[in-house]
């Protein structure tokens, strides 16, 4: 038999024209078929309050009294549990999630001092600590470890590459400080060309933010939804499977008959070659589709952002500076543009500030005290402060439980491949500018709440007391590293191990 020379540039046609090279196909190369994969995302909540008031007992608004699973929920706290709780002004909603959300406390910012005369001190910065100015110089070693760039800057420009909005998602629920003179409210930083920090912008309006996210939005056609477009497209989708399983069969029934013209080694290669193939095909046709999951909706407009209101000003004689632009409302829209945009996988990474450091807002409505938050924090009884760090508390937690009960694109919970956190401006300790104990100027004592995470890594649901032996930017490295991030934050690079 006369021997026959293929080149690598023959192939098979079949009756539509499709071509299968041999030996083989270098578009199949060393790929594989995959399953959908659920993307990781991460969030920092950031609420402007510390976690004891002035002349209390302790940091008794978060802080739990037993180590470990099943710990006692502080009023504070009590969104996380299992019962509405009313607090004499308003009922405070229980989500039942304290097994997604794990405390970690006795949490530090170093604050080394020298003692002058008198009973007040000058701080001796460390590169993990802060500097005196209480309300303007704890975000940067809490937010970024004192580097240049916040967590959420640093993991969106990880794990974001893809998504619609690439740089994460930043929201903030308290619209304006109330006072021109308080600027507390810049929680998020990116590096700059120069090495410097770059302020981030944050999104105040529920209109603005709803119109940029849906902008131009088709959400995928839920499951089971049997519209004359979908039935359409399925039937054509049908055809073309089809068409290539018919095509398929008649390229090998041609590369039969030119097995007859080949040695017994080409024999075997081209039988092992189309053996692949078929493989190939029947993994292709396991793989799921992947998209938003089945809860990815465009949602209803949120309308007119709720007016602005200042209800003081200083040196009035009875309330100070407060202001009030139903925080409520706004929480609901800004949240649930949270869920959706994580839902629907147009951001894997964002901010929410919740209140400003050192807040301003009226807290008339949370605990019945027509006063600043931050006045709260200082002379509003405990009891009723309570009520302040409650409805924090109730944004996370709805968050929470919204993600708990959401299936993701991998058949898993949506929280399980979520890190989510929160953090405090203040704790509750000494205070080293004042020169006083059981202060809430001080960086003592804080606290973080950790939530989901438990297909990466993470075990919530218990607390972890760290008696003042931790960063609070250690919580942020461990929950960066849970996500895929495995760096330092700034100049913290040490994570908290009992978290993974």
């Known amino acids: 038999m006369a021997r026959i020379t293929l080149s690598r540039r023959t192939f098979l046609r079949g009756a539509s024209g499709a071509a299968v090279g041999l030996p083989f196909l270098e578009i199949m190369g060393e790929g594989t078929a995959r399953a959908a994969v659920a993307p990781r995302r991460y969030l920092v909540c950031y609420a402007g309050t510390s976690l004891g008031r002035d002349g209390s007992t302790g940091p008794q608004f978060w802080t739990p009294k037993n180590a470990g699973p099943n710990y006692d929920l502080a009023r504070g706290l009590s969104p996380l549990g299992k019962a509405d709780v009313f607090n004499g ?7 039942d999630v304290q097994d997604e959300v794990s405390v970690v406390s006795g949490l530090k910012i170093p604050y080394p001092m020298t003692q002058l ?8 910065p460390t590169p993990e600590g802060r500097v005196s100015g209480f309300h303007g110089n704890t975000m940067a070693p809490l937010l970024s470890g004192n580097g240049n760039a916040t967590s959420d800057q640093i993991v969106s420009d990880a794990i974001g590459k893809g998504t ?12 304006t400080s109330y006072n021109s003179a308080n600027q507390r409210g810049e929680i998020c930083w990116r590096s700059s060309s120069t090495g410097t920090r770059a302020r981030v912008s944050l999104t105040a309006s529920p209109q603005a933010a709803f119109k940029s996210l849906f902008t131009n939005f088709t959400a995928p056609t839920p499951s089971g939804v049997q519209d004359q477009a979908s039935i359409a497209r399925k039937q054509a989708e049908q055809v073309l499977v089809d068409r290539d399983k018919s095509v398929l ?17 080409d024999r075997v290669r081209l039988e092992q070659h189309f053996d692949e193939i078929r493989d190939l095909e029947k993994r292709i046709a396991t793989i799921p589709e992947v998209r938003g999951g089945a809860s990815c ?60 450091g050192q807040s301003y807002m009226n807290v008339e409505r949370l605990n019945g005290l027509r006063m600043a938050l931050h006045n709260s924090n200082h002379a509003g009884a405990t009891d009723k402060h309570e009520g302040v760090m409650s409805w924090h508390v109730e944004q996370f937690a709805w968050l929470t439980r919204k993600l708990k009960d959401t299936t993701d694109i991998d058949g898993s919970r949506m929280i399980d491949n979520t890190v989510m956190l929160m953090v405090t401006e203040g704790g509750f300790g000494y205070d080293p500018e004042g020169g006083i104990n059981r202060a809430n100027h001080s ?46 934050l700034g100049v913290v690079s040490a994570g908290i191990p009992e978290l993974l």
């Open 89 to 95: 002004t308003r009922t405070i909603k229980a989500y």
């Open 117 to 124: 005369s008198g009973n007040r001190n000058t701080p001796s």
């Open 164 to 175: 619609r909005f690439e740089k994460g998602l930043q929201y903030q629920i308290q619209p």
């Open 249 to 265: 069969d008649l390229v090998l029934r041609r590369a039969d008959r030119l097995k007859t013209s080949l040695g017994n080694r």
């Open 297 to 356: 909706k465009m949602l209803a407009d949120p309308g007119a952002d709720p007016s602005s209101v200042q209800l003081g000003v200083a040196g009035d004689g009875k309330v100070g500076i407060l202001g009030w632009s139903d925080e409520d409302k706004r929480a609901e829209v800004m949240r649930d543009l949270l869920y959706m945009a994580f839902t629907c996988d147009l951001a894997r990474a964002a901010v929410l500030l919740i209140t400003y």
């Open 443 to 488: 960086t003592d004592n804080m606290a973080v709440l950790v939530a989901g995470g438990r297909a990466l890594g993470l075990r919530p649901g218990r607390h972890i007391p760290k008696d003042n032996a931790a960063n609070p930017a250690s919580v942020l490295v461990s929950a960066m590293k849970a996500v895929g991030v495995n760096q330092p």
